[in-house]
């Protein structure tokens, strides 16, 4: 495979959810790719469309939800270029926790109460991985979970409910990488974790990512581990891409109007309650249609171009784009 190839290439992909109301357009042709070995953040407001455009890389839509449009290549090393949208169920399942896994969010409840995790660990490997090899499951196993800081004998000879909330999330890491996968989804990774455990859980994913060599993505809405964990900040507003920047440039100079709300809505430990600042205005309603950009109700840099044309992603400065006809006019000398 040509190293020059993303590992993950989503290009123009829409998903719609049908709804008694019509249907939701929960993404809308968003595109960005994830090289080999490297950590991407997707950011953005609760109901953007991050969560639905993770599942849909494993192929693990609700009933109700579809892709209307567009493609999902995966390029493994040592393997062929795929398109995971055009893929059956069939198909799909060998690259699940072989070559992709996800980590939903809050999936310490996914453990099977009633059984020790070593069954756990064996169950995953019966189902994805052949040939099926017991023995030699269990040793991967306790040097996984050595490798995230536990003494692998007592977590897999345990109850979920014996561990505590970080002892399970190193287990799910653990039991993620079971299979060696290429490419690591996250979605709020250190969600209900105290902040001591959630310090622990970044240091070992950047540990784990540079030592087992995976590529990373996570979704959140904390920009405050953005930094800690990523190369690549994309950031998502109402299903579409309105940003795709190297995570030092975001934070330095953030191009699209939302990304510059984001980042100035949190909050200073020296900052009053009257100096808190929020985006104005509500996210709209998916089901129905807008003309324009979706942001421009919220927008202080909204003009009339922005009421009636859709903003492109464009590329904005040195391996940057934004989606912004204010910021197209300035960067291209058309304003």
């Not at 070992?204 to 979704?219: A, C």
Request: proline share 5%; aromatic share 6%.
């Amino acid at each position: 495979m040509d190293t020059h190839t993303p590992l993950l290439d989503i290009q123009n992909i829409s998903i719609h959810y049908h709804t008694k109301r019509g249907n939701l357009a929960a993404v809308h042709q968003a595109s960005f790719s994830i090289d080999h070995q490297t950590s991407v953040a997707v950011i953005g407001e609760s109901g953007c469309g991050k969560t639905t455009l993770a599942t849909s890389i494993v192929r693990m839509l609700s009933r109700n939800a579809s892709i209307t449009e567009g493609s999902i290549w995966f390029s493994p090393k040592g393997g062929e270029r795929r398109d995971l949208v055009a893929l059956n169920e069939q198909q799909m399942r060998p690259l699940r926790w072989n070559s992709i896994v996800m980590m939903f969010q809050a999936s310490q409840s996914s453990f099977n109460p009633v059984s020790k995790i070593y069954t756990q660990f064996l169950d995953t490997a019966k189902a994805h991985e052949n040939p099926y090899e017991p023995e030699k499951v269990l040793v991967r196993a306790k040097k996984l979970l050595e490798l995230v800081y536990l003494d692998g004998e007592t977590v897999l000879n345990s109850y979920p409910h014996e561990l505590s909330g970080g002892m399970k999330q190193r287990t799910l890491i653990a039991l993620a990488l079971l299979l060696n996968p290429q490419l690591v989804i996250l979605d709020e990774p250190t969600t209900a974790l105290d902040l001591i455990t959630q310090k622990k859980i970044l240091r070992l994913l950047n540990e784990l990512r540079s030592s087992q060599g995976f590529s990373m993505m996570f979704i959140t809405h904390d920009l405050g581990i953005v930094t800690q964990l990523s190369d690549r900040v994309v950031t998502m507003y109402a299903g579409t891409v309105v940003e795709n920047s190297p995570t030092k440039a975001f934070f330095a100079d953030p191009k699209h109007p939302y990304s510059k709300g984001l980042l100035k809505a949190i909050p200073s430990l020296d900052a009053s309650f009257e100096q808190l600042y929020s985006i104005p205005g509500a996210t709209p309603d998916l089901v129905e249609k807008m003309e324009g950009c979706l942001f421009a109700p919220r927008c202080e840099l909204c003009h009339q171009r922005c009421k009636t044309e859709v903003p492109r992603l464009l590329k904005v400065g040195e391996d940057r784009w934004a989606a912004c006809h204010a910021l197209e006019e300035v960067t291209h000398g058309t304003r």
